[in-house]
């Protein structure tokens, strides 16, 4: 018999439960976060009912903030990922139970319980936790390529996205990906690679826009001897080295008009000559391309081959960019600080709900490969356990200017608290000086009241560079 667990001291709550769902669920009960997690070790449950009040007063979680909700959930997936947890609390509390949701909880619901509200929520959970699982399945085996836990979601259009990636794996379909740099294309292809019938063969990636026009044919069907100037042994191509796997063809729209339609020629009847070379080969290769152009668009135009468009296009999936799933940024932030601490050894043991805050407002042109860039600058920066809103850009805290208050630590000497305290204001006065006068020294140092001298100084105590702010962008002038 499927079972659920409960966690509150309402006994009201625990008997519209049990009215509702106790003939076809074993409701079992505790009154303690530790014992819940005890339970929770030596059985796996289908719900979990968490009372808000075990959230803010336990020993796990002080405070109703961002970090503090994760402490708690993490404690419970670390046992089981796709634990389905819903927190539950009065009507007065909704704004604490929406934090909790976007902290990690799978649901909330308002004590009394409704009935309804009840079953609906554990249709939601039961749905979810199908679709969680078969993603589940397919992160693990990417797991050795996905240190930074980029295919880990929240986001119902990566959901989306993922499932077409799970069905098209199996296939030996042309895929095509689409979307905008530094999305996580490169590790979707791998993805799509692992799960197909050819993970035993290569997967070979090819950035055809790092490659110059004159070598992209060589490179991608190799040459024979002599066939052009340097051409001094024979040469096999990606293609080659790919038998039996995957070729993945990133920036697939740089390629040169020729290997257009070489590549057609593969894709078509599944066999390549060499450069220089006379004899046909055969070709055992599946392709997924990848682009952040409009292809179909190119094609109307002439710069790219029509027919070569939609023998690449059989199966498009498009990455939604950063900005269209910043519900995941919370956790794609704590994965990649996790991967630096394995690679630094220095532990930051949680973000600060300011800097979750300044991140998921900011637009994040570069994507997921930007937002890793500017946690391990901030991570570097960092001198406290806690990632301070003053270790990022000043991009980030230039927007966000109006929020008040500093971080500080009661468990540490005055003086230390002080000097932290100094350094918090200084750093965040330099960044948004930077930010508003775009990076010109004179222009900073005489609104600040030093010399040059002095600023520089400053920029090298604080590691800032001014360089980082010349293309910055006036905010909030009005």
Partial sequence: MRSVLTLTPSKDAIDAITFTIGDRYRIDSVLSLDECLDRFKKHRYEVTFIDLVYLVEDGFAATTSTAAFQKVFEKFREIYLTASLVVISTQDQIRNLIQAVKSGANHYLVMPIDPQALLHTLEDLETNTQVQSELEMLRMSVWDDDKQGVTKTNSQVMISMFEQAHSVAPTDSSVLLLGETGVGKGVLARLIHRNSARRGGPFVHVHCGAIPDNLIESELFGHEKGSFTGAVKRKLGRFEIAKGGTIFLDEIGTISPAAQTKLLQVLQDHVMQRVGGESMLDTDVRVIAATNEDLLERSKSGEFRE???????????????????????????????????????????????????????????????????????????????????SSLPGDFLAQDKGRGGLVVDANSPLAEVRQLAVEQVEQAYLIQLLTRHKGKINDSAATAGITTRQLHKLLTKYHIKKEEFKYSSEYDEN
């Avoid at 979750?356 to 901030?378: C, D, H, T, V």
């Fill in 307 to 389: 027919d070569l468009y939609y023998r690449l296009n059989v199966f498009p999936i498009t990455v939604p960019p950063l900005r269209e799933r910043a519900e995941d940024i919370p956790l794609l932030a704590n994965n990649f600080l996790k991967y630096l601490e394995g690679e630094y050894g220095r532990r930051i043991t949680s973000i600060h709900p300011d800097s979750f805050k300044a991140l998921q407002k900011y637009s994040f042109p570069g994507n997921i490969r930007e937002l890793e860039n500017i946690l391990e600058r901030a991570y570097i920066l960092e001198k406290t356990n806690c990632l301070l809103p």
